[in-house]
């Protein structure tokens, strides 16, 4: 009976606390509420450390959005089709910003935020539309190629120079290796299709701003065929391992961890989950830049990260767009990336030593991202995300005779609203 | 009130101001929840068949346009719905086909269980059921999956033939047989209970009477147990029908409908949800109500027969 006695009033007494912490706010502040997504607690230490430096100009709050992108475009959307006014700042994944942007739901970018000199271009192309800057890049991702030294080195590629998909499928089918690719049905299927057809020299998308009935794949061409070759034979041939129709990003490094691990594709917060889970693949750890489809044209690497945004129609525009300024600094997005892992979309915060010592790879972060190739800006991104998904999976039925066309077939009739998805 | 104790008043009218003043009382009482349910229950119904009418985007809502029944017309034309149709279909009836088997065998067990294990067995056979199903659907796919260190291809290694890099989320028939295997798992308890309060509806002295004119253990369920407890059976089978017909859970948690194993309410959901295409995805919602009242229609109206039957006999 005192137990419960005793747990009743400590139950009141974390409420009353919660309350009176609310009604702390009444103190004439204004509130911005950041919307962010899941991290090691790095953007809610930057909402800390902008509060403390607007000096009671205003305070920011956190509130956390799901864990996975489409998720928390649902939720977003949803808000802001409804008028949320509590939409303050937001953290968007950038292939879903010109849905947004589209129907007016995001405020404009004041002129003083709208100089992009020394952020890396595939984060400038993915904060905008319709050539125009509707939101700030906060941090760019990329992927990279991870290998195991050991392998390349038995396989003879010198990883100085860029390396192909067919140099890495065969080296790893000589040695009877496993590759670590994306092959589930999910946005990082998207990602990889993206990247091959971009670096094939390519795009899926030929007119991003075009009315969804007036849309052109072009995903019927050479560089759309040998994207559906690579991603057909390394299905076929079991080099994506067992579990590759339903490998995701911790997959894929569970399989380059393990004992067949070669080469993987993937983004870099895998370097300190290795560094946790296996210290002795790091040891043996080498990083380029993404491999290329043809020997002769660059590579175009995944691009990625997050943009900050301002809800049209929040109460305190002005107010969020400071803040936004003051969370997109070099320095916060320096230690963001030292602290979350996450990389700068700020070349600037490249040169910071804590950088460059925790992440050795830093360099080639950076490179990779000004090759980038973003996913389609388009309002219809959405669509054509999920109809490549459903058309290109699972990787061992993807044929460059059959899947480019079954697949823009498919996207089309979607776009014009004749085929469900 | 002062009129109502006027000496030159009417009982009759004296009682119909109570009964109406009783009416008013209960509907006072009643109206609220009434309204509630009319509320929660009704109008979204109502709102999902007027939003199925539009193109909407909830995204684009400049573009609503009024289209009458082409939502209608693309979704019954398109050879993805008819495929999750025939997939939930398909998970319907095999589901409630073992639930009902498993099921009334485990009723059976409860039944029989000697007095000092009934307590002991109902428990430990009604524990799934007390698990909500996001929790099973998530145990069933780590231990199924091999990309997250699932056990189940290392338990089963030693059947002739088995490939333990089986994956199992991988190709339509597995992964339907893990969606089912989960679903009965978590549910048979709920028929079992059904059938088991069926079961202690069976006369004992009919049970004695065959047992006397000499009919088998077999005879004595087919010809006695079974015709007894057929209002039971149709209950359970109906109530697991409706659910299993709306299975979601399980499916979005093991492959998010990946291998042409989307549901018809995943269906639903990703297109109004997920792709924001609320005219699209009402109009699924509606036909997935449809379905479901067709479903109690031809159950209720089997019902009748049977009860009719039982009562004849």
Sequence with gaps: ?421 | MRADKEPGAKPKKRRSDRARAEARLGWMLAGPAFGIMLLVTLYPIVQALWDSLFSLRLTAPDDREFIWFRNYQVILGDPAFWQSMGVTLFITVVTVLLELIIGFGFALVMHRAIKKLRGFARTAILVPYGIITVVSAFAFFYAFDINSGGYVNSWLSWIPGFDENLNWFAYQGTSLTVIILSEVWKTTPFISLLLLSGLAQVPGDLEEAAKVDGATGWEVLRRVILPNMKAAIMVAVLFRTLEAFRIFDNIFIMTAGANDTEALSLLAYNTSIGRLEIGLGSAISVLLFLSVLIIAGIFIKGFKVDLSAGRNS
Excluded at chain 1, 80 to 88: C, I, K, N, P, V
Excluded at chain 1, 255 to 274: E, T
């Design chain 1, 1 to 421: 009976m005192r137990t419960t006695k005793r747990i009743v009033a400590g139950a009141s007494a974390v409420v009353l606390a919660g309350t009176l912490g609310a009604c702390s706010a009444g103190d004439g502040v204004p509130t911005l509420t950041w919307y962010i997504n899941p991290d090691d607690g790095g953007q809610a230490e930057i909402a800390a450390s902008c509060t403390e430096a607007a000096d009671g100009a205003y305070r920011i709050e956190t509130s956390l959005l799901p864990r996975d992108a489409a998720s928390q475009r649902e939720q977003l959307a949803r808000r802001l089709a409804a008028s949320d006014r509590s939409l303050d700042i937001m953290s968007l994944d950038p292939p879903f910003i010109p849905e947004l942007a589209e129907p007016g739901f995001l405020a404009p970018v004041p002129d003083e935020l709208q100089d992009t000199d020394g952020i890396v271009e595939g984060a400038v192309q993915s904060a905008s539309w319709n050539g125009e800057l509707v939101t700030v890049p906060f941090w760019a991702n990329t992927q990279l190629l991870w290998y195991r030294k050991s392998v390349a080195e038995a396989a003879g590629l010198d990883m100085t120079q860029p390396v192909t998909w067919d140099q890495i499928m065969q080296a790893a089918e000589d040695q009877n290796k496993q590759l670590g690719v994306q092959g589930a049905l999910a946005e990082s299927l998207t990602v990889w299709i993206n990247a091959l057809v971009a670096s094939g020299g390519g795009k899926i998308l030929e007119d991003p701003e075009a009315k969804p009935d007036e849309m052109q794949l072009g995903l019927e061409s050479d560089a759309g065929k040998k994207a559906a070759e690579i991603i057909g034979r390394i299905g076929s041939s079991n080099l994506g391992g067992p579990g590759l129709p339903t490998a995701d990003e911790n997959a894929s490094m569970n399989l380059f961890q393990g004992d067949n691990g070669s080469f993987m594709v993937n983004w870099p917060f895998v370097y300190p989950a290795m560094q946790g889970a296996a210290p002795e693949v790091v040891e043996d750890l080498g990083w380029a830049v993404y491999p290329r489809v043809d020997a002769g044209t660059p590579a175009a690497p995944p691009v990625g990260g997050i943009n900050l945004g301002v809800g049209a129609y929040s109460e305190h525009t002005d107010l969020a767009w400071q803040a936004v300024k003051c969370i997109v600094s070099p320095e916060n997005q320096a230690r963001y990336f030292v602290t979350n892992g996450n990389p700068p979309s700020n070349l600037a915060a490249y040169d910071d030593a804590e950088v460059n010592e925790k992440f050795p790879m830093a360099s080639t972060i950076a490179e990779s991202l000004q090759l980038g190739a973003p996913r389609p800006q388009t309002p219809y991104y959405n669509e054509i995300s999920i109809g490549l998904q459903r058309t290109w999976h699972p990787p061992n039925a993807v044929t460059p005779d059959t899947t480019p066309q079954t697949s823009t077939d498919f996207i089309l009739a979607v776009l014009r609203g004749e085929r469900l998805l």
